[in-house]
């Protein structure tokens, strides 16, 4: 567990760096939280070892949360998101991805709008805070195996 301090400096450092390959950092979540994906867990840990921005983020997201409950909360939002998508309500945005699909709802507010990743075999893989711009821009066109 971090204390305060320890924790506002590493939010500090988190400002100042970023993720060397965003695609796959931004799938960590999932590499965390999802048994599942564990057939790509060299690919994170050798990820995590050139990554300080994922370090980071880590060890903040760790110190922050109770793993399992977030982990249930986001997979639920998640399939809301997909459920809203295929009902084609119009203010969920797709993309199709090499692997899957990646949905996206905006921020009612105009905040971090929220992307769910999703395998093609249905797996929901991921759930984020994104803005529509890097929804729009950051890929996730690039292959994670
Ligand atoms: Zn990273």
Redo the contacts with the bound molecule.
């Keep these: 567990m971090l204390n305060s301090d320890e924790a506002q400096a590493l939010w500090v450092r988190l400002n100042d760096l970023k993720?060397?390959?965003p695609d796959?950092?931004s799938d960590l979540f999932a590499y965390v939280f999802l048994g599942e994906l564990s057939r790509l867990r060299p690919q994170y840990e050798s990820?995590l070892l050139r990554?300080e921005?994922?370090q980071i983020a880590l060890k903040l997201y760790r110190s922050q949360h109770d793993s399992g409950k977030v982990l249930v909360e986001y997979l639920e939002i998640g399939k809301k998101i997909i459920e809203e998508a295929r009902a084609e309500n119009r203010t969920i945005e797709t993309k199709t991805l090499s692997s899957g699909m990646a949905y996206f709802r905006p921020h009612e507010q105009g905040g971090l709008g929220l992307t769910v990743v999703v395998h093609s075999d249905g797996e929901v893989s991921s759930v984020e805070e994104q803005s529509r711009e890097d929804f729009a821009s950051v890929g996730h066109t690039q292959e994670l195996i």
């Design positions: 993720c060397v390959s796959f950092g990820h990554c921005h994922c």
